[in-house]
């Protein structure tokens, strides 16, 4: 089973800095199955990023996802005061599960 | 505009029973799959199961196997879960959310605001 792992746990950054995130899987995946989401307090998570790279629907352009293999990034180009959230990377497996990391959080320094 | 919306959720004693459903709308629900996201009190996300479009194909997580039956009755929109002998590490909010395909796999593109379930004597 594919265990995925994120850092930083805690992400502290100003308004209109660049966030960096990384998702590491414990062994080689599909770009295909690795997908972002973004959780604000109270609220559901939201798709952000899926195929590693490809943006979902309404998502600005200021995030972008990348990687390969093992080592996958998610990058906010320019913090927006809505931006600070828990970030989640997830993978679907060949076994037709689900595996989420544990989170990263995005707040104000 | 698609729309998930659980109910069911509540209090109840360690081995009890609950019935979480989904009312999906805004989309033609018998051409999607869906599945059953939950998160305890200020935790991460953990992925409990799935159910394919025609009910052909279901799947749970190791954590709720035996225990969770997942189910869907489309003539009526609706997603379910019957959670059984339930366990304080089951205190969650349990979200519903659409399964978008992508290659031979999916994402989940939309999801409800969740349903509150406490597990306590």
């Known amino acids: 089973e594919i265990v995925l792992t994120q850092s930083p746990g805690t992400l502290s950054l100003s308004l209109g800095e660049r966030a960096t995130l990384s998702c590491r899987a414990s062994q080689s995946v599909s770009s295909t199955y690795l997908a972002w989401y973004q959780q604000k307090p109270g609220q559901a998570p939201r798709l952000l990023v899926y195929?590693?790279?490809s943006r979902a629907t309404g998502i600005p352009d200021r995030f972008s996802g990348s990687g390969s293999g093992t080592d996958f990034t998610l990058t906010i180009s320019g913090l927006e005061p809505e931006d600070f959230a828990v970030y989640y990377c997830?993978?679907?497996?060949?076994?037709?599960?689900?595996?989420f990391g544990p989170g990263t959080k995005v707040d104000f320094k | 505009e698609v729309q998930l919306v659980e109910s069911g959720g509540g209090l109840v004693k360690p081995g009890g029973s609950l019935r979480l459903s989904c009312a999906a709308s805004g989309f033609t629900f018998s051409d999607y799959s869906m599945n059953w996201v939950r998160q305890a009190p200020g935790k991460g996300l953990e992925w409990v199961s799935s159910i394919s479009s025609g009910s052909s194909y279901i799947y749970y997580a190791d954590s709720v196997k035996g225990r969770f039956t997942i189910s869907r009755d489309n003539a009526k929109n609706s997603l379910y879960l019957q959670v059984d002998s339930l366990r304080a590490e089951d205190t969650a909010v349990y979200y519903c959310?659409?399964?978008?395909?992508?290659?031979?796999?999916?994402?989940?593109?939309?999801w409800g605001q969740g349903t509150l379930v406490t597990v306590s004597s």
């Open positions: 195929g590693a790279s």
């Open positions: 959310a659409r399964a978008f395909p992508y290659g031979s796999g999916w994402y989940l593109d939309y």
């Open positions: 997830q993978h679907y497996g060949s076994s037709r599960r689900v595996t």
